[in-house]
């Protein structure tokens, strides 16, 4: 099956620092999709891309989709201790047909924040 | 609106024994989805619905049954559970643009 590779697996930094991560697949995806879960949640929606070469902000946060949509990168400016957590890449197939909305999650970056 | 609610959030069971869980939505979604969660390995599809009366396998269902019954509520049992089944179980259904919706998770140990 269709696999992502996250990186890093984990990262640790400074408050006020600026992070990025990864994703990259072996097959094409028409949506990437960027996830955060704290400690006990459920992931919860950053980005969400829809055409290569995307690049779409969410305040701090910042998303691209790469033109070969075979990868996507997260970066986050100025961290913050809350910006603590496991964050998730997330490819999807098709925006309809027979996919039916299936998406392939990457393994996830620990990101924590040192005050 | 309280979008997506799972029950239980957290249950011990013995090898062999059986459970149901209960996934609920309240936004009207044709799609959910259920997912394991296990360390190091990212969420991993077990089994999904397009409608009310329609399940499919994903990527991980073996040990596990599925059921659509009523469009709002989409339920993973175990039969006979193994440790092997040990991981936090996430339902998700699909909203707008397709943009999957998770419910806070059930932590299942499995002695």
């Known amino acids: 099956g269709q696999q992502l590779n996250q990186s890093p697996q984990s990262m640790f930094i400074q408050e006020g620092e600026d992070v990025s991560m990864n994703c990259t697949s072996s097959?094409?995806?028409?949506?990437w999709l960027w996830y955060k879960q704290d400690p006990g949640e459920g992931p919860v929606l950053l980005i969400a891309l829809y055409k290569a070469g995307e690049l779409t902000s969410n305040g701090r946060l910042t998303a691209q989709f790469g033109i070969t949509r075979k990868d996507s990168f997260l970066n986050i400016s100025a961290s913050i201790p809350s910006d603590v957590g496991i964050y998730f890449c997330?490819?999807?197939?098709?925006?309809?047909?027979?996919?039916?909305?299936?998406?392939?999650f990457g393994q996830g970056t620990i990101l924590t924040v040192h005050p | 609106n309280a979008g997506v609610t799972q029950t239980p959030k957290f249950r011990v069971l013995k090898t062999g024994q059986s459970m149901t869980l209960l996934c609920a939505q309240d936004m009207n979604h044709e799609y959910m989805y259920w997912y394991r969660q296990d360390p190091g390995m990212g969420l991993r599809l077990i089994h999904y619905?397009?409608?009310?009366?329609?399940?499919a396998k994903g990527e991980v269902p073996d040990g596990y049954n599925v059921s659509r019954l009523k469009k709002q509520n989409f339920l993973l049992g175990l039969e006979s559970a193994a440790p092997s089944q040990t991981s936090v179980y996430f339902c998700?259904?699909?909203?707008?643009?397709?943009?999957?919706?998770f419910g806070p998770g059930t932590r299942l140990l499995v002695l």
């Open positions: 097959s094409i995806f028409n949506t």
């Open positions: 998700a259904s699909t909203g707008p643009k397709e943009t999957q919706y």
């Open positions: 997330a490819g999807q197939e098709n925006a309809g047909g027979t996919s039916y909305g299936k998406l392939t």
């Open positions: 619905s397009v409608g009310e009366g329609t399940t």
